[in-house]
């Protein structure tokens, strides 16, 4: 029987509509090479449906790696695509730290709250 390092159960993603063009989405877990593939579902069935504004709360993960980054990157150029954009939500230390390290603080608006992550959702 094989084993799953965590698999796809470490991870639990729910969307909300914030408003007719915003929507928040919740990851909560770790965003790994295992799970990192039901982010990009969940994200690319909404750009699918017409949705390019998104605030995505990263402050129930744990962990992310540069699969998970990579995800997040190619959901920005789908939206941008469409003159749509995507805030982060974070404010644990060590999510942000990979941020910092890997330049991705240049590219991503990252915010303490939902509030403020909305307000400047262009």
Same mark, same amino acid.
């Given at each position: 029987?094989?084993? %799953? $390092?965590?698999?796809?159960?470490?991870?639990?993603?729910?969307?909300?509509?914030?408003?007719?063009?915003?929507?928040?989405?919740?990851?909560?877990?770790?965003?790994?090479?295992?799970?990192?593939?039901?982010?990009?579902?969940?994200?690319?069935?909404?750009?699918?449906?017409? @949705?390019?504004?998104?605030?995505?709360?990263?402050? &129930?993960? $744990?962990?992310?790696?540069?699969?998970?980054?990579?995800?997040?990157?190619?959901?920005?150029? %789908?939206?941008?695509? @469409?003159?749509?954009n995507i805030n982060l939500i974070c404010t644990s230390p060590q999510i942000k730290k990979i941020f910092n390290i890997? &330049?991705?603080?240049?590219?991503?608006?990252?915010?303490?709250?939902?509030?403020?992550?909305? %307000?400047?959702?262009?």
């Amino acid at each position: 029987m094989e084993e %799953k $390092r965590g698999g796809l159960m470490d991870i639990k993603i729910n969307t909300k509509q914030l408003n007719n063009k915003n929507y928040l989405i919740e990851i909560n877990g770790e965003i790994d090479v295992y799970t990192s593939i039901k982010v990009k579902e969940v994200i690319n069935e909404l750009i699918d449906k017409g @949705h390019y504004q998104f605030v995505i709360s990263l402050e &129930g993960v $744990r962990y992310i790696d540069s699969t998970g980054l990579g995800v997040l990157i190619g959901a920005l150029k %789908k939206v941008k695509e @469409h003159d749509g954009n995507i805030n982060l939500i974070c404010t644990s230390p060590q999510i942000k730290k990979i941020f910092n390290i890997t &330049g991705l603080v240049k590219i991503f608006e990252i915010f303490k709250n939902e509030e403020e992550a909305l %307000k400047n959702l262009s």
